[in-house]
């Protein structure tokens, strides 16, 4: 708890004699007290009740100039719990605004994308937009990008010159190969991580290609890890009094972790995962089967006593005490005929005959759903997996709730993606910029 106390800045935790509290300073954050002084200085703080309401990241900002998907979301992700993201896009607007689908001519992506972000607009090539951002970050936690690398650096933006405007700056650069190495400045997509992390190779059925997911699978990956690397680095800036420091986020990288142990599987025993359709070499049965009424569902049976549940449910309680079948080895040499058995019941049962059915032996089933269901799923609905949000250019809008599920510190959708630099006159009228550079900067195509 030690590290806890020297947290210094606005709306800070003190943990002193058993209790938090929060305390106030007359400091910025780039005043933080030394280290040796740390736990006399939170005795010596003014008490106040911890705010409940308040969110976690209130008093961070992050200015994201990042575009499409996976740095995007990494200020997506920290705005839903408070930081303030500064999101700066091109005078013609972000390119995600021209992403289909679209309603009335604006971007349903973008709505999702740019939810709790004030838009500014600003041209960082150019040698003012150059300059008005360096002073965005002299007074920003975090900087999110992701140009090709040597770009930033182009423009006089490189971590070396934004460092010494902020020493406690965090710069997270995320691309496709990473900043360094022999692809590292090709351009590079989720799609081509995907490819070349090995997860389209196992994806899809033998006899098929290689398949690719129907949504930006890595983006995705690559953006929750860069979230989680963006508040260990504000962590160890905070609690240590450590400078800030650049992340490196390569967006092959994480999906590459995810993927288990393929590399092991070659080193130690010289094999190559391969396509294996909806079953898995390592876990049977596991597939999807067809009901009666043509709707489908799922089995996985990760754990034995999941497989011997779900062996009584469909009345062969002859596969569950099968010599061959007492292992998950057994179970996978013998994956067709378990397949058939199972396909054999469920075939003979509509969708919600099957799902009442093994909900009564507490197999791991469920229903294969599209958005229309899953929307209309009563436990869905329950938790508020999904929330409704008022935006001024489309209405009402229904989008993914906030995640994690924090339950004292939740975070909160407070509007989606604003008009195109619906925020430029605020933000920048906040660092002390006049009307009248404003309108110079605007007939210069500088925002």
Known sequence: MAGISGLVSRNSVCYHEGKFSSFV??????????SSRRASACVWSISVPLQPKSLPLEGVTVVDIGTLFAAPWIATFMADFGAEVIKVEHPKGDSLRNFAPLKDGVSLWWKYTGRNKKSVTLNISSPEGQEILKKLCRKADVLVENFRPGTLEKWGLSWETLHALNPKLV???????????PYAKRPGFGTLA???????????SPDGPPTLPAFALADGISAMCGTYAVMMALYHRDVHDAPGQVIDNAIYEPITTILGPQSLMYDQLGTIQTRTGNSIPFVAPRNSYRCKDGRYVVISASAESIYRRIMQAIDRADLADDPRMQTQEGRVAHMAELDKAIQGWIGAHTLDETVR????????????????QLLNDPHVQHRETFTQVEDEELGTLRMQNVIPRMKDTPGRIKWAGPPKGKHTDEILGQMGYTPEELTCFREKGVI
């Open 25 to 34: 300073t007359l400091t910025d954050r780039a005043a933080r007290i030394p």
């Open 171 to 181: 710069l997270m650069r995320t691309s496709g190969f990473g900043q360094e190495g």
């Open 194 to 204: 995907e490819a070349m992390s090995g997860f389209a190779h196992i994806t899809g």
């Open 357 to 372: 059915h093994f909900q009564e032996f507490e197999g791991a089933l469920g229903p294969i759903y599209d958005i229309e």
